[in-house]
């Protein structure tokens, strides 16, 4: 094999590559990020509201609103939750999906 010949291939993008673009350009990829962070934290407050009651009900709907905010935020903004030791394990793992995926995960 020749020097131009290995020159080609570590500059061809492999099946890796290929399969983390996704086809989505750099700006979408960020609007997604942002939005899940905004549908984090309106979660995270919406179920803080709904835990000022008396009724039990609505203070487990808070509680679990609360979970889910916190695990969307963490899968979309792991910079947010850098004291929760396995929140880059999780990002990393949350980056692997496609964005299909990720919607029917976040749904």
């Known amino acids: 094999m020749s020097a131009q010949d ?3 291939q570590a500059a061809a993008p492999g099946p890796a590559a290929a399969s983390a673009d996704d086809g989505m350009t750099w700006w979408y990829r960020w609007l997604c990020r942002m939005a899940g962070l905004a549908g984090g934290v309106s ?3 919406a179920g803080l509201w709904n835990c000022v009651t008396i009724n039990p009900l609505n203070i ?3 509680v679990w609103m609360m979970l889910t905010a916190f695990v969307l935020v963490l899968c979309e903004a792991p910079f ?3 004291f929760v030791e396995f929140a880059n394990a999780a990002a990393a793992r949350a980056d692997r999906l496609r964005p299909w995926q990720k919607a ?3 749904c």
Do not use: I, T
């Open 6 to 8: 290995e020159q080609f």
């Open 43 to 45: 979660c995270a407050f």
């Open 60 to 62: 487990a709907a808070g």
């Open 80 to 82: 947010c939750c850098q």
């Open 104 to 106: 029917a995960f976040y």
